[in-house]
C-alpha cells in the first residue's frame, strides 16, 4: 500500500446524513476530495476541476427517497 495517504473513513456520525465525494481523474491517476455534506460545496470543487480540463464528478452516498 502507498504512504502517506491522508484517508478519511466514514463514521456512525454520518449514518442519516447524505454525503458527496468529488472523484477526479487527471494523468491516469483516480483520487478523491471529501466527504461533504454540502452539495453545492461539492459541486463547486467538481466544476473548479472541470474547468481546469480535469475530469471530475459527484458520487453521493446515505440518500435516501422519501
Not at 4 to 31: A, W
Not at 53 to 61: A, E, H, L, N
Request: proline letters at 3%.
Amino acid at each position: 500500500m502507498a504512504g502517506n495517504r491522508d484517508r478519511r473513513y466514514i463514521t456512525k456520525d454520518y449514518e442519516n446524513t447524505p454525503l458527496f465525494l468529488v472523484y477526479k481523474k487527471d494523468n491516469n491517476k483516480l483520487s478523491s476530495d471529501g466527504p461533504y455534506t454540502n452539495f453545492k460545496k461539492a459541486h463547486s470543487l467538481m466544476c473548479l476541476f472541470l474547468s481546469q480540463g480535469i475530469c471530475s464528478w459527484v458520487v453521493s452516498y446515505n440518500e435516501r427517497k422519501i
